[in-house]
């Protein structure tokens, strides 16, 4: 029929029912694996994870003044706070199995505070605590905006409005908008980053359909076997004298003992607060880092809907996904006092990790976070795994990434694709998402200074960090205008998707809110989910 706006026969395919719990995983939130795959599984989460760790303080703390020693000892504190922080969120948060590490948002807003010279000290390391102690005081009143709207329940009454299409945009781009650390981080040392990406896709796509183990082993550990593999042949491309006489950036990235992590880090050592010193308070500092803190609230909300699906657990009640808002707050309250040098947020990585593995389970994840304590205060241990060359790293986040953004994409199914009104939300935000943070990132990289450019750099970091984050202006714009944009009908409500999300407004309506969500050790009588 013309237009194509005839019925649907008898003998037409029917379209993939939607399936509010994802299926074929092998073990969800409450499954757990059995103890001696679960550590392994917990282990390679631990690995995953360090790559964000590593790179942010390896960036930051040389222009703090620190040198290797003071570089250990922060990616030593960050490891610490980020086992902390991943098991308060799956006890007391959202209670999914989600690993809160570090977050690039907030390398913005304290390289501000690094290049603001105010503390400028002909000692180098003194240098380093003082600046330290600026960016520790602005994270700690940084981290009471997430915790005000957690806990107080504003960003319950906030996400109630968020439908399958709105989701999308945000989710999808909380994965595909990290598109700047995959590739471009391979082929910083091509001949190491290519084949871990080449061994990654092979062991976990191809490897298991070929050789049938019948214990899942590649699929589930191809980030362990292919890590091996790869890192030893870039250890023995190292002694072998291939980079001897390449250029310093060649040899910073594919050399195996570039890192100065091992001969730094202390053998045992405990990161405790404030160890660098009082922290030191500026209200623009504080200004600029609070709008961070809102930047990776937006994008961590993404994070938490990816891991929720990947865990194959129901959709978050509004309430659930406040408080896990809230612990988050506290995590980045923890990040201010221990001294960390970053913000806390979901770890997109890890929540990729949980689709490869097909492996959802909270305790997989609580054991990672036993490992980062772990090797946190054993320092020599965790610096050997730490010194992994970036460009492996690199290719992980290209699978990783990738699957954070189809598990975006997969909310589609809730929506009606025929409408125009879909269409548009989702191609404007999508586009914009991309195009804006695309501008603002080239201006900063020709001029070395964002597009807002005046002499108070927290106003411009304010204005700048947001415009820079593509799940953040995606997840804005499509939220803004699924929920502005006139509703003629109640045939919209199901174009949207929201009547699939309706029985989880509420944590009493659907019984499985309870078996994922529910506080432990009896404490939703004292703390009732509404």
Not at 183 to 197: A, D, K, M, S, T
Not at 374 to 397: E, Q
Request: charged share 10%.
């Amino acid at each position: 029929m013309a237009g194509g706006g005839g019925g649907a026969k008898a003998d037409e395919p029917a379209p993939h029912p939607p399936k509010d719990q994802l299926p074929n995983v092998s073990y969800c939130i409450t499954s757990p694996p059995p103890w001696p795959e679960a550590i392994l599984l917990g282990f390679q989460h631990y690995i995953v994870m360090l790559g964000t760790t590593v790179i942010i303080p390896t960036a930051l703390v040389p222009q703090m003044g620190g040198g290797n020693e003071e570089k250990a000892k922060v990616i030593q504190t960050l490891l610490f706070v980020a086992g902390l922080n991943t098991l308060l969120q799956s006890f007391f948060g959202t209670r999914l199995p989600a690993v809160i590490g570090g977050s690039y948002t907030f390398v913005a807003p304290t390289i501000s505070i690094i290049l603001s010279g105010r503390w400028s000290d002909p000692d180098p390391v003194q240098k380093f605590k003082k600046t330290m102690r600026a960016i520790q005081g602005a994270m700690i009143i940084a981290s009471t905006l997430q915790i005000v709207l957690g806990f107080s329940g504003l960003w319950r009454n906030i996400v109630r409005f968020l439908s399958p299409l709105s989701a999308v945009p945000l989710v999808g781009l909380a994965g595909f908008g990290l598109y700047e650390f995959g590739f471009p981080g391979v082929v910083r040392c091509v001949e190491i980053g290519l084949p871990q990406l080449i061994f990654l896709v092979i062991i976990s796509q191809y490897l298991s359909h070929f050789i049938h183990s019948g214990k899942n082993i590649f699929d589930r550990f191809a980030v362990l076997i292919s890590v091996a593999i790869i890192w030893i042949y870039a250890h023995l491309l190292t002694v072998g004298g291939a980079y001897n006489h390449a250029a310093p950036k060649t040899q910073t990235s594919c050399r195996t003992d570039r890192a100065g992590l091992v001969d730094s880090a202390p053998w045992i050592r405990v990161p405790y607060p404030f160890q660098w010193g009082p922290p030191s308070f500026d209200a623009g500092e504080a200004f600029a880092m609070m709008m961070a803190a809102f930047v990776t609230l937006i994008e961590s909300t993404g994070g938490f809907i990816a891991v929720s699906r990947y865990a194959s657990a129901t959709h978050m009640p509004p309430s659930i996904l406040s408080r896990g808002i809230g612990w988050q707050g506290i995590g980045i309250l923890l990040s201010g006092v221990f001294g960390t040098v970053n913000g806390s947020s979901v770890s997109i990585e890890n929540a990729g990790l949980l689709a490869l593995t097909r492996v959802g389970s909270r305790r997989v994840v609580q054991i990672s976070a036993g490992f980062m304590i772990f090797f946190s205060i054993l320092g020599k241990f965790g610096a050997i795994f730490a010194s992994i060359p970036a460009p492996i790293v690199a290719a992980l986040y290209c699978l990783f990434f990738a699957y954070v953004g189809s598990g975006g994409l997969s909310f589609l199914q809730f929506c009606n694709l025929n409408s125009f009104r879909t269409k548009f939300i989702l191609g404007f935000s999508f586009f914009l998402g991309l195009s804006v943070p695309q501008y603002f990132n080239e201006y900063e990289a020709i001029n070395g200074y964002g597009p807002v450019h005046t002499s108070a750099r927290w106003f411009n970091n304010m204005v700048n960090v947001p415009f820079s984050s593509e799940p953040f202006v995606a997840g804005i714009l499509a939220y803004f205008l699924d929920t502005t944009l006139p509703k003629k009908d109640g045939s919209i409500r199901k174009d949207r998707g929201k009547h699939w999300w309706d029985k989880f407004q509420s944590f009493k309506t659907d019984a499985r809110s309870e078996e994922f969500y529910s506080l432990p050790f009896n404490l939703n009588k004292h703390f009732p989910s509404v």
